[in-house]
């Protein structure tokens, strides 16, 4: 793609690039919590996604150890190494609310018609030799963003403030765009929230004819099953995905 002449043509390239819609979708990579430059652990993940579902599966080595399903408002989580099941709707007080998870979830697809639009009527001014688009997100509440592009349009960092500009949410870093067989995707993804940075080393990439999606088998009837909005949930998840780290028992 070439370099951008101006802030228009820019959000034209990457609205044309990133926010064409991603009917379905089948990936894999690895995915790892750091903490500066400390390394907390890996899994190798698959994911598949059809319209507004999403599901994860997540390996240590050869043994299945995480899988995730989000249909609609419903998010299940299991821990298969805890024996633990983590399940219920994402509020729409909680950040973004359902539909803002799913975008972070997939951070490249801007096609959702509030993140595009947001995009569209965002205004755009010379940054660094690319350009930074900035507007507000309107979801559940309203999120200040700034989306960084490179010279030929090509996203590098998106901030996403709190509602009503309390701090920022997350950050989302992007890798050098390269070309999967289902189209061109970054390299790589980093969400950064706090002192924490999760990365996702994207290997493959396709969209495949949208069909029907395997989704995560029931939890075993011995397992302990737990609420989303159970104080206890956040504080597991934190210890099962920084594998290695001497964390404290919630």
Sequence with gaps: MPVAESGAKARAHFLASYAGGEPASRGAGALSLLH????????????????????VV?????????????????????????????????LADEGLGPRGLRFLARPWDFSPPWI???????????????????GVLIGEGTSPFSLELGAKGAPLRLRIGGSGGRGTLVTIRYGEPRSYRGGSMPRWVEWDRGPSTVR????????PRPSRLRHSPPADPEWTLLSLDDP???????????????????
């Design 36 to 55: 500066g430059d400390v390394r907390d652990g890996t899994l190798d993940v698959r994911w598949a996604t059809e319209a507004e579902s999403i599901v």
């Design 58 to 90: 997540g390996y240590v080595g050869p043994v299945r150890a995480l899988d995730v399903t989000f249909l609609g408002d419903s998010l299940f989580v299991a821990l298969r190494p805890m024996e633990l099941g983590l399940a219920g709707p994402v």
């Design 116 to 134: 595009r639009s947001a995009v569209e009527h965002g205004t755009v001014e010379p940054w660094g030799d690319g350009w930074r688009i900035a």
């Design 200 to 207: 996702l080393a994207i290997d493959e990439y396709s969209r």
């Design 232 to 250: 206890r949930s956040r504080a597991l998840l934190r210890r099962f995905l920084s594998i290695g780290a001497d964390e404290t028992d919630p």
